[in-house]
């Protein structure tokens, strides 16, 4: 029985021989914690690009010297973590493809 490491935790996570996808977690706490991290992060996201969108119009006062910078990181900062989340699904796909 192949041994992979949970996507949330430290934890192994076995793997049973048969069809269907491989499990990703350890448990059904680790599943959910990573989904609420998932959903964080998106949500998150959306205010850091409505900041950008506010910066680039002037609205509120905002500035693209002084604030667009910071929101652009923070929008780059935010877009890596969401793409190691996804990466995993994401390789999950091609390999069943293949």
């Known amino acids: 029985m192949e041994k992979t490491k949970c996507r949330k935790c430290p934890n192994e996570v076995a793997q049973t021989p ?11 706490a680790c599943r959910r914690a990573a989904e609420y991290e998932l959903r964080r992060i998106q949500r998150a996201l959306e ?7 506010a910066c680039r119009f002037g609205w509120n006062g ?24 996804l990466d995993d699904d994401m390789e999950d796909q091609h390999a069943e493809a293949s």
């Open 47 to 53: 205010g850091v690009e409505e900041q950008i969108r």
């Open 18 to 28: 048969g069809p269907g996808r491989p499990s990703s977690y350890c448990s059904n």
């Open 62 to 85: 905002r500035s693209m010297q002084r604030d667009y910078p910071k929101f652009e990181e923070e929008r780059q900062r935010l877009e890596a973590r969401l793409l190691e989340l």
